[in-house]
């Protein structure tokens, strides 16, 4: 056993010395792990930060590749994506790969066999591109895409003639039908009529007055609030909601009904039924004598002095097969085959032959009558008219539509640029617009990083020789036409006003501003024209948009209309818009609001031909000898702009619209589809 030390001696310095190192030591180990762990901290909250950011950047590269399929399904065509969906269901449970063409390194598509033609189901991965394996991230979202539309969402393909507006029909207006066909002409607003002569508009259905004054003949008039006949004109059935009034040759064969009076001292009525109302629920926009003006306001009837059925109005004696009323019936020396009043019977005048009963009394006025005519009896049960209801068709705006052209035209920076998609050896992109020799016509599409563009160095003409083009600044308007020739075939879309000279084109013509034709205008919708001009072995135009009528090949035609390979043509191809030859309007803000609208006017002059239907986003009219084959719709969308000038519809001089055997491939599908994402979730 070792004694200890004894006190005031110190331990040996060797051992002291040890102890100092330990100590030293230990301190050390302290102050590097110390160390790690701060640099671990420190590297982990790296690693944590990098994977979050390399996370989120992967989510936004899931829901932008999310946003290119749906950009994907909506541009194609209905029977694209038919073909798409039937590989798609074929396939195995995995789903069928989607190659986006830039942004393939982070994003991944797959369309699932679940999908439907109205319910797309995709998987949409969006993947980090770093190249740490820490660091990289994958985010899989799956979503279902409902597809919707693209069936008659443009307009009312059903009738020959659809305004929007206030309508004037005046000229020689001839409407051509298949023979089992209705030929029926929609006016939200007032018809009016003035010099003119119609043929073959079997009816005429009106949310205002109509009012027609020639020597035409009508199957059914219907309107919201009087009906306006004069100058020899002949219908079966007039249904009104106010009144009804006729003078001269007139006549009403069939029955006309009025929910409030009737005003027919005419000869060769059939049936006139009253209710002999005072009250009204619509709205007439003029009264009495004849309005007019720039809103085309049309005249309505004279307020009736009596409420009920007067055949005797300026000393004229009318005369009808029948009358039915809950008001008085009037009479001079007419007749009336057979009576029956809710009031009264009134006499104006001597030997009026009359047979029925009316609930009130006989007033003679000192004048004698033929016939028998029961008093006391009810009143007749009767049915008040309907009103009309015109179904509004989806706001044309023209913007939603530049993706679609084969052809957009626009200025950018003071640049005249074309935007070209879908034409058969020329790549998809922006091109600039010049000339060979200088001048303000235009035929070359070169490349946008030329500082000039000429034959020299042009990718295509877009002419069908030379020259068919040109633009005044001054007026943001585009020329296409007149002594220059026509442009190649397909959609083509403006920026700004079109004038569409002489010339003969197979085109969509389509305007954020407005359209007119002049001199000798020929245009065939590429729907109409088909693949070579001839549709189910019937030829209806010269040449088609994909070859000749011969069978040549036609240079840069349109690739989505035409399948060279199968001798094909696809009618539904750019969103259905090759079943027109003119769309005009837009809307110049963010909103669909009517007082941002701007343009919309289509004016067809004299000598064009127009093969497809006619879309104005505010007014139509024709002039000259014009023909549409086809249908015509006119929205009014501009009325409420204080800058719209035109406030009404016009048919004048001499207009055709022939809507007779049409050709197939002049389909109904117009409008392009909706693809909406409905549901998504990330797995």
């Known amino acids: 056993m070792t004694a200890p030390y004894p006190h005031g001696f110190s331990r040996p310095r060797h051992q002291q010395g040890v102890t100092t190192v330990i100590m030293v030591m230990l301190v050390g180990l302290a102050v590097m792990a110390s160390t790690f762990a701060v640099v671990q901290y420190v590297r982990t909250g790296q690693d944590q930060s990098l994977t979050v950011h390399a996370q989120t950047q992967a989510q936004m590269n899931a829901w932008t590749g999310a946003e290119l399929v749906r950009q994907y399904l909506a541009g194609l065509s209905t029977a694209q994506r038919n073909t798409l969906l039937a590989s798609v269901q074929g396939a195995s449970a995995a789903g069928t790969a989607l190659t986006f063409s830039s942004g393939a390194d982070s994003m991944g598509a797959r369309l699932m066999n679940t999908s439907t033609a109205s319910n797309f189901v995709a998987q949409v991965t969006g993947t980090t591109a770093l190249a740490s394996d820490k660091a990289k991230s994958t985010v899989t979202l799956e979503l279902h895409y409902t597809v919707s539309g693209g069936t008659s969402s443009l307009s009312s393909l059903s009738t020959v003639f659809k305004s929007a507006m206030n309508t004037k029909l005046e000229g020689s207006i001839t409407i051509n039908k298949d023979a089992s066909a209705q030929s029926v002409m929609n006016i939200a607003g007032d018809l009016s009529t003035g010099g003119n002569s119609i043929t073959g508009a079997d009816t005429i259905n009106a949310t205002g007055t109509i009012n027609i004054g020639s020597g035409s003949s009508y199957q059914i008039l219907n309107s919201n609030c009087d009906v306006v006949i004069s100058g020899g004109v002949q219908v079966v059935t007039i249904n009104a909601r106010r009144h009804v009034c006729g003078s ?47 809103s085309n306001v049309a005249a309505t009837c004279a307020e009736p002095l009596g409420a009920g059925v007067d055949l005797f109005t300026g000393n004229n004696n009318g005369q009808a097969t029948g009358v039915r009323t809950r008001g008085n019936a009037y009479i001079g020396s007419g007749t009336i085959g057979s009576l029956l009043a809710g009031n009264n019977l009134v006499l104006k005048g001597n030997g009026a032959n009359i047979s029925g009963t009316v609930g009130g009394s006989i007033v003679n006025n000192g004048y004698s009558f033929n016939g028998t005519v029961t008093t006391g009896g009810s009143s ?233 239907y006619v879309l104005a986003g505010n007014a139509f009219t024709s002039a000259g000898s014009s023909t549409i084959r086809g249908y015509i719709s006119a929205q009014g969308l501009g009325v409420s702009n204080p800058a719209q000038t035109t406030k009404y519809s016009s048919l004048g001089a001499s207009t055709t619209i022939n809507a007779q055997s049409l050709p197939s491939t002049l389909t109904t599908n117009n409008g392009p589809s909706t693809v909406t994402i409905a549901y998504a979730r990330y797995l």
Not at 257 to 279: C, K, V
Not at 462 to 489: E, H
């Open 380 to 612: 007749p049960a009767m049915t008040a008219v309907a009103a009309v209801s015109i179904t509004p068709d989806n706001q044309f705006n023209a913007t939603d539509y530049r993706s679609y052209a084969n052809y957009a035209f626009y200025v950018s920076n003071g640049n005249l640029l074309v935007d070209v998609k879908n034409v058969h050896s020329v790549t998809d992109g922006t091109y600039l617009l010049g000339n060979a020799s200088g001048n303000a016509r235009y035929d070359y599409l070169c490349a946008t990083s030329n500082s000039t563009c000429n034959q020299n160095n042009a990718t295509m003409n877009l002419c069908l020789s030379s020259q068919c083009i040109r633009y005044d600044a001054s007026s943001l308007r585009w020329y296409v036409g007149n002594d220059m020739n026509a442009i190649r075939p397909g959609v083509a879309w403006f920026s700004g006003d079109l004038d569409a000279g002489n010339g003969t084109y197979y085109n969509t013509f389509i305007a954020t501003g407005n359209i007119a034709t002049s001199g000798s205008h020929v245009t065939y919708a590429p729907n109409y024209a088909g693949y070579s001009g001839a549709v189910d072995g019937t030829t209806y135009a010269p040449s088609g948009v994909c070859t000749t009528a011969a069978g040549a090949a036609i240079a840069y035609y349109p690739s989505n209309f035409c399948n060279t390979s199968s001798a094909s043509y696809d009618a539904t191809a750019a969103a259905g818009l090759g079943s027109y030859a003119y769309m005009a309007g837009s809307f110049s803000g963010s909103t669909y609001q009517a007082s941002n609208y701007v343009g919309g006017n289509i004016v067809l002059a004299s000598s064009t031909n127009a093969y497809g």
């Open 248 to 294: 001269g040759g007139t006549k009403v064969s069939g029955v006309a009904t009025a929910n409030g009076s009737i005003n027919m001292a005419t000869t060769g009525n059939g049936t006139l039924a009253a209710l002999a109302e005072t009250a009204f629920t619509d709205s007439c926009s003029a009264t009495g004598s004849a309005g007019g003006g720039a």
